[in-house]
């Protein structure tokens, strides 16, 4: 039987984080013994675990913290896991244990998110460590050709993210403002995710529509980003029209209470955020970066904006506020190409059989 650990940092409510936990839960339901490892710090997410999925925690202090590569060891010894599932940074950590046991596979999964900006990530590490890779996942083309062009594993393939919505047993958040007059952004409070730029785009919405409300779901790491969003906010007299929920895990009832989907960012990978909206059935406004535009090929699934400017974001809210037929046609068309194209079901029987290659030394 193939006995896989996904591992990831941490369980805060990130893409990445929320895609390594899918997967543990998913894999679990599909004739694979699933286990899940947190090496740096726990979260919400830990909530949205499956009961039957092994798990460990790690409380890793450093990078060569050798108490938990040993307790990660262990673990590994004791439940017979033959597969590895890196995700993100968790690529050396992953490494160093396969230097300790070689018959270990290792199937790292890169979400990089700075996609736009690949001139400047960093390698040479990872470019070692790649040399223990069997597999690599990359969610974009993007980031396949790179890796292909950078690393030194051979077997690179672009896999899709896959959204899964669930109820949750955890306590349940009620969002302020209007019904039906609510704009959802879900995203990590950083800088790559262009908060602020989207604070500025709200500021000229609610001159024509001050009924909407922008409501802004994901961690708060409380830095210096953290401290200007919270000032710029202020400073646009946004308080009343804006709220900040901090990272939640029962995103499924948050969805619900949204009427619109929101993504400015920078740079992305494949972001697990629009595929829940889509999932959910919301109309979506998303800057053209990494793959959005694969999702988003032309106007009858949403709005892709070309650039960041706070005016282009302000008139593709508009339209859709202001549009509500088309807020409900393009929902539609973009829910069903997300549950065609990005299934659980295809993604999951796709990473199965590589992982049975991987073990066959087919790969």
Not at 56 to 79: E, G, M
Not at 164 to 172: A, C, M, Q, R, W
Not at 208 to 214: A, D, F, G, Y
Not at 274 to 283: F, I, N, R, S
């Amino acid at each position: 039987m193939v006995k896989v650990l996904q591992i990831i940092d941490s369980l805060h409510a990130g893409g990445a984080e929320r895609l390594a936990v899918n997967y543990a839960n998913e894999l679990n339901k599909n004739q694979i013994d699933s286990h899940l490892c947190a090496t740096r710090s726990e979260g919400p997410l830990l909530q949205s675990l499956d009961e039957k999925v092994g798990y460990i925690f790690l409380n890793r202090k450093s990078t060569l913290d050798i108490v938990a590569v040993l307790r990660l060891r262990s673990y590994i010894s004791n439940h017979k896991i033959n597969i590895i599932h890196a995700h993100a940074s968790s690529y050396f950590i992953s490494t160093l244990i396969k230097l300790l046991m070689p018959k270990l596979k290792i199937a790292w999964h890169d979400h990089y998110g700075n996609s736009e900006f690949l001139e400047k990530r960093p390698t040479r590490v990872l470019r070692l460590c790649s040399r223990q890779f069997s597999h690599i996942f990359s969610v974009n083309p993007k980031l396949e050709s790179w890796a292909k062009n950078n690393l030194l594993c051979k077997n690179v393939r672009y896999i899709k993210n896959f959204p899964v919505l669930k109820i949750t047993n955890t306590s349940l958040t009620e969002l302020n403002g209007e019904n039906g007059k609510r704009v959802l952004c879900l995203a990590n409070l950083r800088e790559q995710k262009n908060h602020i730029r989207l604070l500025e785009a709200f500021k000229l919405i609610i001159e024509k529509h001050s009924e909407w409300t922008l409501h802004c779901v994901g961690k708060d790491f409380k830095d210096d980003y953290s401290e200007l969003f919270f000032s710029k906010l202020n400073e646009y007299g946004l308080q009343g029209h804006v709220f900040f929920y901090n990272a939640k895990s029962d995103i499924l009832n948050i969805l619900q209470q949204s009427t619109i989907g929101i993504l400015v960012s920078k740079s992305e990978g494949l972001p697990l955020a629009l595929l829940e909206y889509g999932l959910a059935g919301l109309p979506i406004v998303c800057t053209d970066v990494g793959s959005c535009g694969e999702l988003i090929p032309n106007s009858s699934y949403g709005i892709l904006i070309k650039n960041d400017d706070a005016s282009n974001i302000a008139a593709a809210l508009n339209k859709l506020i202001e549009d509500k037929n088309y807020r409900t046609t393009s929902a539609k068309e973009f829910n069903l190409m997300v549950s065609k194209n990005y299934s659980k079901e295809r993604v999951i029987k796709e990473v199965v059989r590589i992982y049975y290659k991987i073990t066959n030394n087919k790969s």
